[in-house]
């Protein structure tokens, strides 16, 4: 199955309204167990205290030592446990990774007020609020390619898709689509796909501030504007962009 096919089978069915992805109340049947939430509600926190200052002590050390044991167990030292507790971590370096992508999505949602539903506006802030994204990963983006090799494993893809495919749901969420049609769920595995390319197109930038990624970022939503437009709509342009990531990802040595 294809990286957008997976997209898309994050979801079988559009919910009955709009809801953010980052809160919590069970609705509309889903099959594929995922649940949208109404953004009033609280949501429980994604890690433990203990998970938490583990985490985001080892994500400090990530420069240093990339995604790796040494950069867990060290920060677990740094939090005041004992080397053992990285235990409470199965996933290993993996549990890192997921940390530094859950934190910063709820991050997105907590900082950002969802904008009202204006067509026109829609695309200009889909591009902020990926570039508010992207920035998020100044600090580790020149260890991000160890990153993507852990999410593109087949034991961690499924996981990696669905926190991917819930970024695009915030992200389309506070950028004003109101959609909640197939054609939702359609704009949202080409969103991620472009999210990931601009991501992965990041790692090797050595533009100052990273303007290469954002000229990269304004050319993909661009042409995917026209191609919707003009070449078969939304499932034809998602199509191309996850063929342009599948081919990225292998260049950079990424089975995938």
Same mark, same amino acid.
């Given at each position: ?22 809160? &919590? ?15 009033? $509600? ?16 080892? *994500? ?11 950069? *867990? ?12 507790? =990285?235990?409470?971590?199965? !996933? ?12 910063? @999505? ?6 950002? =007020?969802? !904008?009202? $539903? ?9 591009? #902020?609020?990926?570039? /508010? ?8 983006? $020149? ?12 034991? @961690? ?17 506070? !950028? ?9 769920? =359609?704009?949202?595995?080409?969103? !991620? ?23 990269? *970022? ?11 437009? &003009? ?13 342009? &990531? ?5 260049? #950079?040595?990424? /089975?995938?």
């Amino acid at each position: 199955m294809s990286i957008f096919r997976l997209l898309q089978a994050t979801c079988s069915k559009p919910p009955s309204r709009l809801y953010s992805s980052s809160n &919590f109340v069970p609705s509309c049947g889903l099959s594929c167990g995922r649940f949208y939430h109404s953004y009033e $509600h609280d949501r429980p926190p994604p890690f433990s205290p203990t998970e938490d200052r583990i985490l985001s002590a080892a *994500l400090s050390h990530v420069p240093t030592h990339g995604f790796t044991t040494t950069a *867990l167990t060290q920060g677990a030292r740094a939090a005041g446990y004992l080397d053992i507790s =990285t235990n409470l971590f199965p !996933a290993g370096p993996f549990s890192i990774v997921n940390y530094h992508l859950v934190t910063q @999505r709820l991050a997105l949602a907590k900082d950002v =007020t969802p !904008a009202r $539903h204006d067509p026109i506006k829609i695309p200009t802030n889909i591009n #902020k609020l990926i570039l /508010r994204r992207l920035h998020a990963n100044k600090a580790i983006i $020149h260890r991000w390619q160890e990153a993507l090799a852990l999410l593109a494993t087949p034991t @961690r893809l499924p996981t990696s898709l669905r926190e991917l495919a819930l970024l695009s749901d915030e992200i389309l969420f506070l !950028a004003g689509s109101t959609d909640v049609t197939s054609v939702w769920y =359609t704009n949202r595995a080409g969103l !991620a796909v472009i999210y990931a390319s601009a991501e992965l197109f990041m790692t090797t930038d050595t533009s100052e501030n990273f303007v290469e990624t954002e000229e990269f *970022l304004a050319r993909r939503l661009e042409e995917g504007e026209k191609i919707k437009s &003009f070449v078969g709509g939304v499932g034809t342009w998602a199509g191309i962009q996850a063929g342009g &990531f599948v081919d990225g990802m292998r260049s #950079k040595g990424v /089975r995938i």
